[in-house]
């Protein structure tokens, strides 16, 4: 562990009024970030040894976290750190960004970007160097080889890859017949030849790193959980929870029928409306003092001969729009039609729920049409080759978004309309696109999300899960081997970078019972086992046998704190996964830390099935003990307990001494969980 003597160097020092000046960061903020900073560096590497470490700095979306990156930095180049490197995406948009961003905030950092890295350009022994490349193959081999050439085989070296679950991971490692993905492999490389160095992770959807198997080199070693700044809007403010009538930014619309787009050339009515909120709300904005550039983001589809209708329908109402409006901008009321003038009525009433002073419907109109005609309609994909681009406009109108890369912010966002979503969602994705996430306290009367119910429903799941494996993360600084999903729909990522013998996706399913079908019978590995758990499930405890009896999760977790399944064995049940699943469920207020226990024998004679050929059980419960065994609340987790006998029997017996076996069945629900076996 790398040890910090000074938390007030020079490169800290101008990097807290760099980012004060230049990017409005209050001193309180920086100092939260300082302290995340200083969690980071506790965890690398120490500098004067021989070794590799992963962390993962586990963020929030659009959170900001290139803030945390840049305070990792100098803090490690105050505490005797001279060596960086940092990987972020093959998007120019983003890599300049990053690049830029680097510079302007690392006064002291001599910095490398592509162009420098592939010259091989000369370094300056004993000041901080950052080479800045993107996940590229052949731009990674000019990195290792700018590296090979400055000698830092037998330095310590700080690499931090932005985004780290995206291109990085082995895209091929269910197949023994191609070769590791090439990214992957630059990335291994690099490491490989470095003698001493920190591998850090950073992404705020960490699912794919916290499920790669435990002899990856991509899984961390520890974790880091960061805060977000103050004005900060994310899935705590917007899908905390389902009651999505009563929320001031959620509004509810239908899927965009793709087919009558496509016949009819007009946009839903629903669309119209959003497109009105924005620009009343813009003007509304520009009203009371604020005059940025504001965004509106449309996702239609995934198809891009939709990216490209929508956006002529788009931009033709944006005209149809503009015209009336500009009829008279004195009074543009007058120049607009009956049926206009009812939608502007309506978007100006929907401001009005959250905007609690708002100028008269005509001071707002006449405002949108002095402006209407700065605005801009771009469809972003790879066909038209946009993506997000400095605003010089007043409004920016997006349409597609297929093209979004990671870590690219949609700055003054005030509306997001979702069209249509995938059939198969994964959380990482979703969470990914969650754009109206962000530092957006100031807009915040006039932001809206126009989304179908179920996604909404999708968003507060994923919104659910991705607190509850924070929070984990949070408290135990590890990484976690159980990801819970909230919706059996749901995928916590993509399957080609998972280990399909140590991944189980979808497992612990709400309303299912599992029990470990090799239990450990031997004395020698028992021990005390069987004893103290005499002593926590006795009579004098639990009088009676098969009822039921409310206890505390905290309770089952007690009685689940020993080793019952044999390790390596086949079946669901491993003991930490059990306790890591039962933990979450714990977690959750829904549950009110209350579960169900039952003593379902004290002196069973249960042996290993025949139809198992006697290497393993075939069940535990009696067949009487019903589909919901012993009236136990299927609301809440319930564990029911055997005591075996362990009789010795040449066929299906054991070892001769008593032993308890746990049988759990998790609470009924649509969810489940992702578990990491290895």
Request: aromatic residues 8%.
């Amino acid at each position: 562990m790398a040890q910090i003597n000074n938390l007030q160097g020079d490169n800290i020092t101008n990097l807290r009024e760099y980012l004060h000046d230049e990017e409005n960061i209050s001193y309180a903020d920086f100092d939260t970030i300082l302290h995340t900073a200083s969690e980071v560096i506790q965890g690398c590497q120490e500098p004067t040894e021989n070794g590799a470490v992963k962390g993962l700095i586990y963020g929030h979306i659009q959170s900001g976290k290139t803030s945390v990156i840049l305070t990792t930095m100098a803090l490690a180049a105050d505490n005797g750190f001279n060596n960086f490197i940092v990987m972020t995406s093959d998007l120019n948009d983003i890599y300049e960004q990053t690049l830029e961003r680097i510079k302007g905030a690392l006064d002291s950092f001599i910095v490398f970007g592509k162009t420098e890295i592939k010259q091989n350009s000369i370094t300056t022994p004993c000041l901080p160097l950052a080479l800045v490349s993107s996940k590229n193959p052949r731009k990674l081999r000019d990195v290792l080889n700018i590296v090979q050439l400055s000698n830092w085989q037998n330095e310590p070296v700080i690499i931090i890859d932005d985004e780290a679950d995206q291109a990085s991971l082995d895209t091929n490692i269910n197949n023994q017949n191609r070769p590791t993905s090439a990214v992957n492999r630059a990335i291994v490389d690099l490491r490989n030849y470095l003698n001493s160095h920190t591998y850090l992770q950073t992404t705020a959807t960490p699912q794919s790193l916290l499920l790669q198997d435990s002899q990856s080199p991509f899984r961390p070693d520890f974790v880091v959980v960061t805060t977000p700044g103050t004005g900060y809007v994310g899935g705590n403010y917007f899908f905390d929870n389902n009651n999505f009538s009563d929320s001031d930014h959620i509004r509810q619309v239908p899927d965009i029928d793709l087919n009558r787009l496509r016949t009819s050339n007009r946009i839903p009515d629903t669309l119209i409306q959003s497109m009105l909120v924005f620009f009343l709300g813009s003007a509304v904005l520009r009203i009371q003092g604020n005059q940025k550039k504001y965004t509106y983001l449309l996702h239609t589809s995934f198809r891009q001969a939709d990216h490209h209708l929508a956006a002529v329908l788009v931009d033709n109402f944006k005209n149809q729009l503009t015209n009336e409006l500009r009829q008279n901008t004195n009074n543009p009321i007058n120049g607009v039609s009956s049926g206009l003038i009812t939608q502007l009525q309506n978007a100006y009433n929907n401001l009005q729920q959250t905007f609690g002073n708002i100028p008269a419907f005509n001071a707002v109109l006449t405002e949108t049409a002095k402006r209407i005609t700065s605005t801009e309609v771009i469809e972003i994909n790879s066909v038209t080759g946009e993506g997000i681009r400095p605003l010089t406009r007043k409004h920016t109108l997006y349409i597609g978004g297929t093209k979004l890369g990671r870590g690219v912010t949609v700055k003054n966002l005030l509306v997001t309309y979702y069209g249509r979503d995938a059939q198969q969602p994964q959380m990482d994705t979703v969470l990914q696109h969650a754009r109206m996430y962000g530092y957006r306290r100031n807009e915040l009367p006039a932001i809206r999300i126009y989304l179908p119910i179920r996604l909404a429903q999708r968003f507060v799941d994923i919104h659910e899960s991705d607190n509850l494996v924070r929070e984990q993360c949070r408290l135990t600084h590890l990484p976690i081997q159980v990801i819970p999903l909230m919706s059996r729909g749901i995928r916590a990522t993509r399957r080609n970078v998972l280990n399909e013998n140590t991944v189980n996706l979808i497992t612990y399913q709400g309303g299912r019972q599992y029990f470990p079908q090799l239990p450990i019978s031997d004395s020698n590995i028992l021990g005390n086992q069987t004893q103290e758990l005499d002593n926590l499930l006795s009579i004098a405890k639990y009088p009676d046998i098969k009822r039921s009896y409310t206890v505390t999760i905290d309770d089952l977790l007690e009685i689940l704190n020993f080793q019952y399944g044999t390790p390596d064995a086949s079946g669901a049940w491993k003991d930490d996964l059990i306790r890591q699943a039962i933990t979450t469920l714990g977690n959750q207020p829904i549950y009110q830390n209350t579960g169900t226990l039952v003593i379902v024998n004290l002196n069973s004679n249960l042996k290993k099935s025949e139809s198992r050929n006697y290497t393993q059980l075939g069940s535990v419960l009696p067949g009487d003990a019903g589909r919901i065994p012993y009236g136990v609340d299927p609301r809440y987790p319930a564990l029911l307990m055997t005591r075996l006998r362990g009789d010795v029997d040449p066929q299906g017996g054991w070892h001769g001494v008593p032993f308890w076996v746990p049988v759990i069945r998790f609470p009924d629900g649509n969810y489940a969980f992702s578990v990491n076996e290895s």
